[in-house]
């Protein structure tokens, strides 16, 4: 089982529509991630939460909105999203983000976007 | 120039075949190496943390070698199980720490 829990897994929802993916952890770790991932290709970051503050934002669109609520749960708001969108988004999690042998990410299962 | 990079493969072997992969990367401060294994439409779980002595568990031997900047991974005895994209990670010191991805290995074991 893995210890970052996805919910939905899958999602299809229509350009017009608003929708959230949502993550939670329960290890303790301060830092958390949101990944894009297109079929054979790595994993491509979008945000990271430090200690519950947006630390990195990878220049993606507006469309794509993150929110860290505490430092168990990190959603990712969606909006008005484009059919290119479809893709499988990683919520990963690490002790923190701050020092490099501390950040072994741990990943959820992954929530599977489908837009229409 | 990518920072991370390694050979897309996909690499066929047959079972019980020894196999190798490398990677490469650009960054001199990088501080800390992972291999992670994603299987099909599953999410990356991390295989072996990579330590500057070389570290072993059970069939999986990985190697850091700082002057040539490259990590290698080695799997011995190949199993089916073992089919899966092998992605290697990068962290750098110095800047956000962020683990950086190479774009993976595909590996498939054959009977």
């Known amino acids: 089982d893995t210890e970052v829990t996805q919910t939905p897994k899958h999602l299809v929802m229509g350009m017009t529509n608003k929708k959230s993916l949502k993550c939670e952890q329960h290890?303790?770790?301060?830092?958390m991630y949101w990944y894009k991932q297109k079929a054979k290709k790595p994993p491509e970051l979008m945000f990271v939460?430090?200690?519950?503050?947006?630390?990195i934002n990878e220049s993606v669109p507006s469309r794509f909105s993150p929110e860290c609520p505490n430092s168990s749960l990190l959603n990712l708001h969606l909006h008005a999203l484009q059919p290119e969108d479809s893709a499988l988004y990683l919520c990963?999690?690490?002790?923190?983000?701050?020092?490099?042998?501390?950040?072994?990410?741990?990943f959820g299962a992954g929530s599977r976007l489908t837009v229409l | 120039r990518k920072e991370v990079e390694q050979d897309p493969g996909p690499f066929n072997v047959p079972e019980g075949a020894t196999v190798a992969f490398n990677c490469t990367y650009s960054?001199?401060?990088?501080?800390?190496f992972f291999w992670y294994r994603q299987d099909c439409r599953k999410e990356p779980k991390l295989l072996m943390s990579v330590y500057s002595s070389g570290n072993e568990d059970g069939r999986f031997t990985a190697q850091l070698n700082r002057a040539s900047q490259y990590i290698s991974l080695l799997i011995r005895d190949s199993k089916l199980s073992d089919s899966a994209t092998y992605l290697c990670?990068?962290?750098?010191?110095?800047?956000?720490?962020?683990?950086?991805f190479g774009r993976g290995t595909s590996l498939i074991v054959h009977p």
């Open positions: 990670v990068v962290v750098a010191s110095g800047g956000s720490y962020i683990p950086t």
């Open positions: 290890m303790g770790h301060r830092a």
């Open positions: 990963a999690s690490s002790q923190v983000a701050t020092t490099s042998g501390a950040n072994v990410l741990t």
């Open positions: 939460y430090s200690y519950e503050k947006l630390s």
């Open positions: 960054n001199s401060a990088s501080q800390s």
